[in-house]
Each structure stands twice: as C-alpha cells, then as structure tokens.
C-alpha cells in the first residue's frame, strides 16, 4: 500500500518493529507505515476538490464548514480506511461523526441494501412491510425491562424532539433538566436542552434548566457525583414547581467532548429526577450500538431509562433514528394523529436490522472494549510524554484526549488542537475535535477499528505533537 510521509525507501519491516521507532532519530521524518488493508478503490473520475468546494460556497449555505485548512475530498471508503480523490488512503477514527460503527461499506450492510431498494423503496408505514417489523422486534431485544415500543425517525434530533414531547404528555408538567455541556439537537426544544451557547440561536427556549455538569476533569466537583446531584436536588426545588417533566443525558457527552459523567451521579439523579415525577431519558444518539463497549452507555451506570433515543450508529450512514419507551408511555400519542412521513421507511430499516446483525457476527461490541481500552491506555502512556495533553478520558471506541497549554490552569490549547489535526491528516489519520473550546480530540472510529490501526494513531499523534 501507499506511504504517507516518507521520502527515503523502507525494507518490509514487521509493524511491531515499526512502533518500537515511531521516526528515524537522523533526519526526524516520520517513517511508520499504515497498517497493510487489501483494497484498491477504483479510479476517480469525478470534479476536483477546488470545482466542489466552489459549489459549495455558491450553492450550499456559510454555516457548512469544512475541516481542516486544506479540505478533503472523500471519494471512497472501506471498512476503517477512507480514500481521497488521488487514490491516498487515511486512517479514519472519527466515522462520520460516530456514525460509521460498522466500518465504511460493510458488505453485509449494503447488500441487503440494495436488494431491498431493488425491490421496493418506500411504501408508507400505512401499509404491511416486513422490514418495519423485523428491525423493531431486533431493537426492542437489545433493551432491558419494559422498553419495546419503538417510533422511528430520520435524525437524532428528531428522536430526542419527540422523546421530549412524551415527557411532558406523560407526566403532565413541561419543565425539562438537561446537563451543562450537554448536546441534543437543533431544534427549538432540542436547542433548549443542549447546554451550550454556540448551538443555540436566539429563539424562544423556554423549559428547560440546565444542571452542572459532572465533568470529572473540569467541574467544580470533581469525581464527586454525589454533590453534582445534590446541585440537581436544589435545581429542582429551586428552579421548576417542584415537579418536571423529565430528565434527558448523555452518558458521555460526544459534541460537549467526550465527557464521562462523575461515577455515582446518574445513579442519585434517577432516584432525583423519579421523586419529582420526571421521566429518566437516555440520549444514546452517539454512545450507542456497542461503541461503549457494552451496547448502551446508560449500562454502565446501573440505570434503566424510562426513554431512550438514538440515532448515527443505528444506520451505518443511512438516515435513520429511533425512540424505544415503555408501552404506557408510548399510549401519549395515540391522544392525536402521530405520523412520520419517512421514519421507518422501508430501506432505512432494513439497513438497521443489517447493523445489528453485523455487530453480532462480527463481535463488535467486544472489539471496541478490547481494542478500545487498549487504545486508551497507549494514550495515557502518551500524555506522560507530552505535557500538552490534560486529559484522556471515555470508554471502548468512544475516546478523548484533551489538550491544554498549562495543565495546573487547564488553559485550552485550541490553536495547537487545530495544528496537530492537520499535521496527522497529512500523516494519514483522521480524528475529529469537541468541548466548547474546540480543544478535545473526539476518537470514534469504526468498531472494526485493530490494534494495529491504534498503534499507528497514537505514533501519528506522538509525532505530531513533538513537533509543536
């Protein structure tokens, strides 16, 4: 396959000989090699880079950014690995945002696909369809206790919209609580829910308060999830009637920067949130489908929502997300007419229950904990080298390593974040970045991420920051 950086012919040295020298000592060039992947994507024959970008900027609005200083044009993409328009191959750990758990172009994905598409697209959710049933009987078996009901939607944002909405319906009371830092859509109820001010437009977002964040590394209780969820208490007894509606979290915040909550606070805040006769809503709308390593992040807290939203990981690309609740709940929206045009659309499932399956066959959920954890602990080895790393955190394939000029300050290093991302994408590696300062790396790679792919992020890293 095709080296990235180097300038000088390399012998067929074993990868694990590779890392034991992430660059030569002589001339400082960054010599290790991608691990070896057997495919070859097809020539590209489409608009240049600077053709797409010029559209971009006539036709598509401003607010769409791209990253990096010089844009990548993505053509192809297999498995863990993405390709540019010249054939270069790149190492992708942030799957489309968390999307991709599957890999690019898993084969037993995209059969079913296209056989389905082949035979019948979309036929309303008013008529019988197999696919419809079939993926929602798969998802309710990977929930615990009563949540079997599904309602499938096309985004995240609309699925934690509606788990909202069945809040207040259910319980009779509007106010919602969400967590500082927190992320869950653009719309206006979503939009009030997350807790940060650059997602949030000056529109009219009434409702919802927003609790400390039990951020282990930069909140003002530490570790201690007890008194984040004393904070809660008071929140609640000082800032709503008394009584919500319901309680909506990530188990660890993506967008806010791959955020672990205090260990213990979920746990307290269910039992908070229950006497105050809220609903407990689990956004797993990036922490979920095994990326965790177990299949929900909410599982590692001991904690059985009474909500659950979802989206990115359920569809491997395809528009597609889901609120799985009890039956009880779900009997709110039979009070009116309750339709979604395309959720549930017959392609769109069949690509679901396809990912599920893969998970399964290809023991994903185990690969993102093994692999995942071992990744985490090479970049634990690699903030003991490089004084710029303040923090590293997550679970399974779900990481961040934060980055700070003066760890005592925790001054965030955003400039040097936006540097070092360049420099491993001219190294063949792509990560994406979060937290409110722009100064989180946000890892998530496909769930058929390897050891060995690890191994090269981290040298890539390694090196990028030693020359900063």
Same mark, same amino acid.
């Given at each position: 396959?095709?080296?990235?950086?180097?300038?000088?012919?390399?012998?067929?040295?074993?990868?694990?000989?590779?890392?034991?020298?992430?660059?030569?000592?002589?001339?400082?060039?960054? %010599?290790?090699? %991608?691990?070896?992947?057997?495919?070859?994507?097809?020539?590209?024959?489409?608009?240049?880079?600077? &053709?797409? @970008?010029?559209? +971009?900027?006539?036709? @598509?609005?401003?607010?769409?950014?791209?990253?990096?200083?010089?844009? %990548?044009?993505? !053509?192809?993409?297999?498995?863990?690995?993405?390709?540019?328009?010249?054939?270069?191959?790149? *190492?992708?750990?942030?799957?489309?945002?968390?999307? &991709?758990?599957?890999? /690019?172009?898993?084969?037993?994905?995209?059969?079913?696909?296209? $056989?389905?598409?082949?035979?019948?697209?979309?036929?309303?959710?008013?008529?019988?369809?197999?696919?419809?049933?079939?993926?929602?009987?798969?998802?309710?078996?990977?929930?615990?206790?009563?949540?079997?009901?599904?309602?499938?939607? #096309?985004?995240?944002?609309?699925? #934690?919209? %509606?788990?909202?909405?069945?809040?207040?319906?259910?319980?009779?009371?509007?106010?919602? !609580?969400?967590?500082?830092?927190?992320?869950?859509?653009?719309? !206006?109820?979503?939009?009030?829910?997350?807790?940060?001010?650059?997602?949030?437009?000056?529109?009219?977002?009434?409702?919802?308060?927003?609790?400390?964040?039990?951020?282990?590394?930069?909140?003002?209780?530490?570790?201690?999830?007890?008194?984040?969820?004393?904070? *809660?208490?008071?929140?609640?007894?000082?800032?709503?009637?008394?009584?919500?509606?319901?309680?909506?979290?990530?188990?660890?915040?993506?967008?806010?920067?791959?955020?672990?909550?205090?260990?213990?606070?979920?746990?307290?805040?269910? $039992?908070?949130?229950?006497?105050?006769?809220?609903?407990?809503?689990?956004?797993?709308?990036?922490?979920?489908?095994?990326?965790?390593?177990?299949?929900?992040?909410?599982?590692?807290?001991?904690?059985?929502?009474?909500?659950?939203?979802?989206?990115?990981?359920?569809?491997?690309?395809?528009?597609?997300?889901?609120?799985?609740?009890?039956?009880?709940?779900?009997? &709110?929206?039979? +009070? +009116?007419?309750?339709?979604?045009?395309?959720?549930?659309?017959?392609?769109?499932?069949?690509?679901?229950?396809?990912? *599920?399956?893969?998970?399964?066959?290809?023991?994903?959920?185990?690969?993102?904990?093994?692999?995942?954890?071992?990744?985490?602990?090479?970049?634990?080895?690699?903030?003991?080298?490089?004084?710029?790393?303040?923090?590293?955190?997550?679970?399974?394939?779900?990481?961040?390593?934060?980055?700070?000029?003066?760890?005592?300050?925790?001054?965030?290093?955003?400039?040097?974040?936006? /540097?070092?991302?360049?420099?491993?994408?001219?190294?063949?590696?792509?990560?994406?970045?979060?937290?409110?300062?722009?100064?989180?790396?946000?890892?998530?790679?496909?769930?058929?991420?390897?050891? $060995?792919?690890?191994?090269?992020? !981290?040298?890539?890293?390694?090196?990028?920051?030693?020359?900063?």
């Amino acid at each position: 396959m095709q080296r990235f950086a180097s300038t000088r012919p390399v012998q067929n040295i074993p990868i694990s000989l590779w890392r034991r020298c992430m660059y030569t000592t002589s001339s400082d060039e960054f %010599l290790v090699r %991608l691990p070896s992947f057997e495919y070859t994507p097809p020539s590209y024959t489409g608009p240049s880079s600077d &053709v797409i @970008l010029n559209k +971009r900027k006539e036709f @598509l609005s401003s607010s769409m950014s791209c990253l990096y200083k010089k844009p %990548l044009n993505i !053509v192809d993409g297999k498995m863990q690995y993405l390709f540019d328009e010249r054939g270069r191959r790149y *190492l992708d750990a942030f799957a489309g945002i968390a999307v &991709v758990n599957c890999g /690019h172009c898993h084969p037993d994905v995209v059969k079913p696909v296209i $056989d389905q598409i082949k035979r019948l697209q979309h036929p309303t959710t008013l008529y019988l369809n197999h696919a419809i049933a079939d993926f929602s009987e798969a998802l309710a078996s990977k929930l615990p206790g009563d949540l079997k009901v599904v309602f499938f939607t #096309n985004s995240g944002t609309e699925a #934690n919209e %509606l788990a909202l909405m069945m809040a207040k319906l259910f319980t009779g009371h509007q106010d919602i !609580v969400s967590i500082r830092n927190g992320y869950h859509g653009n719309a !206006v109820g979503t939009m009030g829910a997350t807790g940060q001010s650059m997602w949030k437009f000056s529109v009219v977002q009434t409702g919802t308060h927003h609790a400390l964040n039990p951020d282990p590394y930069r909140g003002v209780f530490g570790s201690d999830g007890d008194k984040y969820a004393r904070e *809660l208490q008071d929140l609640i007894q000082y800032g709503t009637t008394g009584h919500i509606a319901g309680f909506v979290f990530e188990a660890i915040q993506g967008v806010g920067g791959i955020v672990e909550l205090a260990p213990g606070y979920l746990s307290a805040a269910y $039992d908070i949130v229950k006497k105050a006769g809220g609903l407990f809503i689990a956004d797993e709308v990036q922490s979920g489908f095994a990326r965790t390593g177990d299949f929900w992040g909410f599982e590692a807290h001991n904690v059985v929502p009474d909500i659950v939203t979802m989206a990115k990981g359920i569809g491997n690309g395809f528009p597609l997300g889901a609120v799985v609740t009890t039956p009880e709940i779900a009997g &709110v929206l039979t +009070r +009116r007419c309750y339709f979604n045009t395309f959720g549930g659309n017959a392609v769109a499932t069949t690509a679901g229950l396809a990912v *599920l399956n893969v998970i399964e066959k290809d023991k994903l959920q185990e690969n993102a904990s093994m692999v995942g954890t071992y990744l985490k602990g090479k970049l634990n080895q690699l903030k003991e080298k490089h004084e710029i790393i303040g923090d590293v955190r997550g679970r399974g394939l779900m990481l961040g390593v934060e980055l700070v000029s003066d760890r005592k300050l925790k001054t965030p290093a955003t400039g040097e974040t936006l /540097h070092i991302m360049d420099q491993m994408k001219d190294l063949g590696v792509l990560v994406g970045k979060g937290g409110y300062f722009g100064n989180v790396f946000r890892i998530t790679p496909p769930l058929c991420f390897t050891k $060995d792919d690890a191994d090269y992020l !981290v040298e890539a890293m390694d090196y990028s920051m030693s020359k900063l």
